[in-house]
């Protein structure tokens, strides 16, 4: 009888598969396209959940007719290979750190937030589509065979450290996570920059491979476990805010419809829009997070200091202004 009855469940079971398997089938079918979409962070973290609806967002809109496969960090595609991986059409879609792609897209590192600048969200709409940084991107962008969706904004970049600033001499010979122009921004402050995906900067600290790192905000520091293993935040932002892209493989973008464009766009719009909000509440809960496992704040940088910290960023923004013809231009708007 147990026999029989264990037959049984086994067909049952096995016919579930065969429906669900079914189910899925039918719904990739219902989808006239669908879409391998990649971001930098791991399940499960704050910005993971945001791109996640972001992805929602465009098969609701779309009335199923897209389907967006999401792939966090360290799935399928490793960071230092997004830009080249959406550019070939192995990804439709990705959210980038630029700075992680220097060398393919010089004009990114500019993009993002070079080191020193300053900006409120107002004046970051501005600078973009106001004083035509939206049109020199999309231009530079599209050379890459990549259409250049509506930017999203973050706060500012700090930089968190195993060992206490007291001056701005104590960066000196520090191993710190910071790619880009960042890195070149430590390097004029006589740190030793490191070029590390996000999902490899927990462990780089703990065995101390690495002595610091940024993060693209202070929320990457808490969601990372940074401060788990390195306690002391360094009060000066890197940047003050960072603006990020959304990219799309031009080949894929073409073969959608007129409306299905809209979508996207529209998609992309109320994303960055839930970034900002969403990221101004988290970063004050981050800072109280961290502080609780015993996160400090080094001292407050000396007027010395501040005068040093503001050289180096001059440095360089000399440097990138002349990288390519398109950082040039976004230095110069935006001076």
Do not use: C
Not at 231 to 260: C, H
Not at 294 to 300: A, D, N, Y
Request: no cysteine; net charge negative.
């Amino acid at each position: 009888m147990t026999r029989i009855w264990s037959s049984a469940r086994t067909k049952i079971a096995a016919s579930l598969i065969a429906v669900a398997g079914m189910g899925i089938t039918m719904e990739a079918m219902a989808a006239d396209v669908t879409w391998r979409f990649t971001n930098l962070y791991s399940r499960g973290t704050a910005f993971g959940d945001v791109y996640q609806s972001f992805a929602d967002k465009i098969e609701a809109d779309s009335n199923g007719r897209m389907k967006i496969n999401m792939l966090y960090a360290g799935e399928g595609v490793d960071t230092n290979g997004i830009i080249g991986a959406t550019k070939s059409g192995l990804l439709d879609m990705a959210a980038p750190f630029q700075p992680m792609h220097a060398g393919e897209i010089p004009f990114g590192v500019v993009e993002v937030g070079l080191p020193g600048s300053n900006g409120t969200l107002e004046e970051l709409n501005a600078q973009f589509y106001d004083k035509g940084w939206s049109e020199v991107l999309t231009e530079a962008y599209d050379r890459h065979g990549l259409v250049w969706l509506s930017p999203y904004f973050q706060p500012g970049v700090y930089v968190i450290t195993k060992t206490k600033i007291e001056s701005i001499e104590d960066f000196k010979g520090l191993k710190i996570r910071a790619p880009g122009a960042y890195g070149r921004f430590f390097r004029e402050l006589g740190a030793s920059p490191v070029n590390l995906a996000w999902g490899e900067t927990y462990t780089s600290l703990a065995t101390g491979v690495i002595d610091g790192t940024i993060g693209s905000n202070l929320i990457d520091h808490r969601d990372g476990n940074f401060a788990e293993v390195a306690k002391f935040m360094y009060p000066l932002p890197v940047s003050s805010a960072q603006a990020l892209p959304v990219l799309v493989n031009k080949n894929a973008w073409n073969k959608l419809p007129d409306d299905l464009k809209q979508v996207v766009r529209d998609a992309a719009k109320w994303h960055a829009k839930e970034q900002a909000e969403k990221s101004a509440i988290w970063e004050q809960e981050a800072v109280a997070d961290m502080q609780k496992i015993g996160m400090t704040w080094s001292p407050e940088a000396s007027d010395a200091d501040k005068a040093q910290w503001q050289q180096a960023a001059e440095v360089v923004w000399a440097h990138y202004g002349q990288t390519d013809k398109y950082s040039s231009r976004l230095v110069e708007l935006m001076k």
